[in-house]
């Protein structure tokens, strides 16, 4: 079963940058159009990028020009670059194929402080 590993939140002020990492157990990367999630408090699960297994990207209005999706299949990793960062982005973040079907992982808590 496909494990995936998240790490690279932390605590950030307003207007700073975090590069996330997902890293997976098996090489899905290729076959896979994956995205990366966030849940806040009391909210709802929501995707906010996405990379197709081609490589084309995709951004939720409220992160784009601001977040970047990118991989490197090498080292079966996804990243997430997230640059001013606002405290509405503040979530746990996920990373899962974009219909979610695989195992989710722990998460990377970020927080931005205003």
């Known amino acids: 079963q496909v494990r995936l590993v998240e790490s690279g939140g932390g605590l950030v002020q307003t207007g700073g940058s975090l590069r996330l990492s997902c890293t997976a157990s098996e090489r899905i990367f290729s076959r896979n159009a994956m995205g990366w999630y966030r849940q806040a408090p009391g909210k709802q699960r929501e995707l906010v990028a996405v990379m197709t297994s081609g490589g084309g990207t995709n951004y939720a209005d409220s992160v784009k020009g601001r977040f970047t999706i990118s991989r490197d299949d090498a080292k079966i990793t996804l990243y997430l670059e997230m640059n001013s960062l606002k405290p509405e982005d503040t979530a746990v973040y996920y990373c899962?194929?974009?219909?979610?079907?695989?195992?989710w992982g722990q998460g990377t808590q970020v927080t931005v402080s205003s």
């Open positions: 899962n194929a974009v219909d979610g079907r695989l195992p």
